[in-house]
Nanobody, 123 residues
């Protein structure tokens, strides 16, 4: 599985972006998906995840209420809608496919990763 992420860019604080991540072939309906991010000099951190059927989602505390993860099974695409963006949201954002149905928050739960898309939020 190859994942292609897009939608990043430069936005002012308070603005919005929607990230997309499409698999080059149909992802298994048994696998969850997630988004992570990595800022310069920091470790990759969990942002959001969605279960295999889209029925369960999870968010990091610092994005809860501002970000929304969703997925479209027909196109094998996962989305991350980001509202009320803050400068501290600046990072490279990565999408990933998990090993199991309920992906969790750990990097090791995921076995396929996209190339990343840069999000920069100016103050």
């Amino acid at each position: 599985v190859q994942l292609q992420a897009s939608g990043g860019g430069l936005v002012q604080a308070g603005g919005s972006l929607r990230l997309s991540c499409t698999a080059t072939r149909r992802t298994s309906s048994n696998n969850g998906m997630g988004w992570f991010r990595q800022a310069p000099g920091k470790e990759r951190e969990f942002v959001a995840s969605i279960s295999y059927n889209g029925g369960s989602t999870a968010y990091a505390d610092n994005v809860q209420g501002r970000f929304t993860i969703s997925r479209d099974f027909a196109s094998s695409t996962v989305y991350l809608r980001m509202n009320s963006l803050k400068p501290e949201d600046t990072a490279v954002y990565y999408c990933a496919v998990s090993r199991g149905s309920y992906p969790g928050r750990e990097v090791t739960n995921y076995n396929y990763w996209g190339q990343g898309t840069q999000v920069t939020v100016s103050s």
